[in-house]
DNA sequence: CCCCGAATAT
DNA sequence: AATATTCGGG
């Protein structure tokens, strides 16, 4: 058993303090880039002349430049805030492999860290700044990792008193997909909160959740219809300039996050808890046990960065040990392969569990896999130093103790996150939600108990063929970049496969409607399952495009810096696949092709007139949005927004670097989704279809069908 | 009492 | 702006 001891400093000189006090005790240090008195890159070349450790750096600032420079002066990765945990992980896993030897870390192995038991707890976390705000929803959380930080009492009692503040449910894409095919199979006239709660089945959400999100749907649609005509003459023009070019780019695309139209959808709710992010789950690929990307072949799968996503660069040189630790470039295989991601797909967590079990986030870790053989016997005391200011890794604003907890879930096999995760679709983001935590602890023991991923070797890895390309930023909202498009540069490009391993869920398929149209469960209101919108992409969940991006960054590292600010065209072609998953034109697009039709929706009052290209706007704005970015919060403007209006910058990630990392959201996707299905979802019994690109896709179908008055409501 | 939904609060 | 919560009313 390893046992992990990790030691969190506020400053550069703190972290040399300790360095040198416990000389030898540290195998790795993680430090923000940015901070007060010293840099980062100081501080990594101030590490590597005194213990000749290796020094990873963490910032938000995701520039070319910055993150190569850094590898140039010797970081041994780079990692872009906010950090996937699964990246930290990964850091982690691979240092501790790193120091091991070799041999394969798997959460049994690393022990916990947790500390069941007083003596068991060896994580000592001096705490960050600002740990305030992140400190109140600790409470109910699993952040016994966090017990031992030194934190003013003051801090500490607040903790203990602070009310768990309740999570804020973020209305993402694909929670909103459910939502609406709730409507859909229901009707607008009869789609009333709590029916639409029944069918969405996804815990955790409210009636008064729904209900208001009803209420400004409703509002949504009448505006819609307000505006049918403009919206219907804006389509109209888009289509004639023959290429869905950008302006579609706007409706798949979200400003805010990432817009991969390769992410996942991630059928969970996020909901957002003030006071930390705790409830990253780590699972984060994903995976859903679906084949991110079906096809090897597939050689379209274009790689995405999304920004929610961290990305990690490493250097090679650093560890020049295991030079090879970014060579694979299909870390996501072998992710997928491993077993423990089905199960991680039950696991129901937050935001952490959203990615899926394991992702594969990390190329390191990876490699560690392949080539390590086991630590099994391990047994010397493992220290990490983490050097940062205030904020989190992760962020959401939250607290760093959620940070950490988030970060090494694996550190603890009991830990696991699970004290926030919801399953199916929630996500929870935040603390609060404690209620939630039960059940999906239990399941995530499916994975060996933490709901972490397990990293078995795969044999795979190997005969994946090398893809190299250019790196589109997508979802990067880096600094300065205005929106991206879908990389028409890129040599990638989407894959749209689909699987129907979910339908393993034993669900009836139903049959659709139409040939395009998913089946619809002979049962009646019964939705499709989450898991299976995500397998119908074909993606993998946002865990596992991360880890995609990450591998393509990693085997073209000069390439990360690529990251284009360059909005990109988005070919018909691409389109197309966005929209009807695959190349080929949907039967419905052909048919509706012309001619002006009156469209309604399902149970809207208001009718709309419109083109047929509003059809596809329709089409789009409720269900194919969300295949780009499930975990997008849904909102009208990233749905309804077809002008090239320049899409205004997330505040947070895109607007601007803060100089001080600590202030960084570093880590806000509800990460972990959990591909969970309620065996009683309501969505159950969808049946994936080869035509649908994204789970939700198979609803825009029925919507569509609704609206021109084939459907089946 | 349940629950919808507009209004209002955060 | 997005959600949550409140509150009148069926």
């Keep these: 058993m390893i046992e992990l001891s990790i030691v969190t400093v506020k400053n550069p000189l703190d972290a040399l303090s300790t360095l040198r006090v416990k000389n030898g005790a540290f195998d790795l240090v993680v430090t923000d880039l940015y901070m007060p008195g010293m840099t980062g890159l100081e501080l990594q070349k101030q590490v590597n002349e005194e213990f000749k450790i290796p020094v990873i750096i963490m910032s938000s600032d995701d520039k070319e430049s910055v993150i190569l420079k850094s590898l140039d002066s010797g970081a041994a990765f780079y990692m872009v805030k906010p950090v996937n945990p699964e990246d930290l992980k990964s850091v982690w896993r691979y240092a501790v492999a790193s120091k091991i030897g070799q041999g394969v870390v798997n959460d049994q192995e690393i022990g916990s860290a947790e500390g069941e038991t007083p003596s068991n707890d060896k994580l000592i976390l001096c705490g960050f700044l600002n740990s305030s705000s992140s400190v109140n929803g600790e409470r109910g959380q699993k952040m016994k990792m966090g017990r031992k930080r030194a934190r003013n009492k003051d801090e500490a009692e607040e903790d203990a008193l602070a009310p768990p503040k309740k999570a804020k449910v973020v209305w993402t894409n694909t929670l909103h997909n459910r939502f609406l095919q709730a409507v859909s199979h229901l009707g607008l006239e009869k789609a009333v909160p709590k029916k639409i709660l029944e069918l969405m089945n996804v815990p955790g959400l409210t009636r008064g959740n ?30 004639l300039r023959s290429s869905f070019a950008y302006g579609y780019t706007s409706m798949f695309k979200n400003p805010q996050q990432d817009h991969s139209p390769f992410l996942g959808q991630q059928p969970f709710m996020r909901t957002s808890f003030q006071p930390y992010g705790d409830n990253l789950c780590d699972l984060s690929s994903s995976s859903f046990g679906l084949p991110r990307f079906p096809n090897q072949e597939a050689t379209n799968s274009v790689p995405q960065l999304r920004y929610g996503q961290s990305s990690l660069v490493g250097n090679p040189t650093s560890f020049q040990q295991r030079p090879l630790m ?21 696991l129901s967590s937050n935001t952490i569990t959203t990615y899926g079990v394991t992702s594969g986030t990390s190329p390191m870790f990876i490699h560690l896999q392949q080539n390590q053989a086991n630590l099994q016997n391990y047994a010397t005391p493992f220290k990490f130093s983490l050097t940062g200011i205030g904020c989190p890794i992760y962020s959401s604003g939250t ?3 959620a940070i950490i907890n988030n970060s090494y879930p694996s550190l603890n096999h009991n830990s696991n996150y699970s004290g926030i995760q919801l399953t199916s679709e929630a996500e929870l983001m935040g603390t609060g939600k404690t209620r939630f935590s039960g059940n999906e602890l239990s399941s995530s023991s499916n994975n060996g108990g933490n709901g972490l991923m397990n990293w078995t070797p795969d044999n795979n890895m190997n005969n994946a063929p090398t893809r190299n390309g250019t790196i589109e930023a997508f979802g990067v909202q880096g600094a300065g970049s205005s929106s991206t498009g879908f990389g028409s540069t890129n040599q990638f490009s989407p894959t749209f496969t689909i699987t129907n391993q979910e339908n393993a869920s034993g669900l009836s398929p139903l049959s659709p409607s139409t040939s395009a149209m998913p089946p619809h469960s002979q049962q009646a209101s019964v939705l499709p399952p989450q898991s299976q919108q995500h397998t119908s992409t074909g993606l993998g969940n946002t865990g596992g495009e991360n880890d995609y991006a990450f591998n393509n960054l990693m085997i073209n590292a000069s390439t990360l810096g690529s990251i284009s600010d360059n909005q990109q065209e988005l070919g018909e072609r691409d389109l197309g696949e966005l929209l009807y998953g695959s190349t080929c034109a949907t039967p419905y697009q ?59 910058m997330n505040p947070k990630f895109g607007g601007n670097v803060n100089p001080v990392d600590d202030y960084y959201p570093s880590f806000e996707k509800p990460q972990c989704n959990n591909s969970e299905e309620p065996a009683d979802s309501a969505l159950n019994g969808m049946n994936l279809n080869e035509a649908s690109i994204s789970g939700n896709e198979d609803w825009g179908e029925d919507f569509l069908n609704s609206l021109i008055g084939n459907g089946p409501y």
């Design 326 to 346: 970014f060579a694979n470039p299909y870390p996501l295989h072998q992710a997928n392969r491993s077993t423990s991601n089905s199960t991680g797909m039950n």
């Design 590 to 648: 052909e048919k509706n092709v012309e001619g002006l039709l009156n469209v309604n929706l399902p149970g809207c009052p208001y009718y709309v007139e419109m083109s047929s290209p509003a059809y596809e706007f329709l089409n789009t704005e409720f269900s194919s949005a969300c295949s780009i970015a499930d975990k997008t919060p849904w909102s009208e403007e990233s749905s309804g927004q077809l002008q090239g209006r320049e899409e205004t």
């Design 399 to 401: 607290g760093s103790m």
């Design 210 to 239: 729904v209900a208001s999100h009803l209420q400004k749907y409703r509002m949504f649609l009448k505006k819609v219809a307000e505006k049918g005509t403009w919206t219907s003459r804006c389509l109209a023009e888009r289509t």
